[in-house]
């Protein structure tokens, strides 16, 4: 019976492939200068920053005064609770 293609038995064009690259030093990087690599990772950021969904006017003003209305309550609660905490300190130290 004939061997499926990709089988342990025998390896198949693309593994031969890879393994001849194995060998080589410097891989992709070795041929380009750091410009062309710069370059490259400004193109590479500028395609992802075009997946990125991009929230209305409106969910943004809700999602900053939610932000800040969180921020002002636990300023809140750390004066408290510090408030608390030095006078029981006082009151125990005297």
Same mark, same amino acid.
């Given at each position: 019976m004939?061997?499926?293609v990709? +089988?342990?038995d025998? !390896?198949d064009?693309?593994?031969?492939?890879?393994?001849?690259?194995?060998?080589?030093?410097?891989?992709?990087?070795?041929?380009?200068?750091?410009?062309?690599?710069?370059?490259?990772? =400004?193109?590479?950021?500028?395609?992802?920053?075009?997946?990125v969904?991009? !929230?209305?006017?409106?969910?943004?003003s809700? =999602?900053t005064?939610?932000?800040i209305?969180? *921020?002002v309550?636990?300023?809140?609660? *750390?004066?408290?609770?510090? =408030?608390?905490? +030095?006078?029981?300190?006082? =009151?125990?130290?005297?």
């Amino acid at each position: 019976m004939a061997d499926a293609v990709g +089988s342990i038995d025998t !390896p198949d064009a693309q593994d031969e492939a890879q393994d001849s690259k194995k060998g080589r030093k410097g891989g992709k990087r070795a041929k380009k200068g750091p410009l062309k690599r710069l370059a490259l990772f =400004y193109r590479q950021v500028i395609a992802e920053l075009r997946k990125v969904v991009w !929230p209305t006017r409106n969910q943004l003003s809700t =999602y900053t005064t939610v932000v800040i209305v969180f *921020v002002v309550i636990m300023i809140g609660l *750390v004066t408290v609770i510090d =408030y608390g905490l +030095s006078h029981a300190a006082k =009151y125990v130290f005297g």
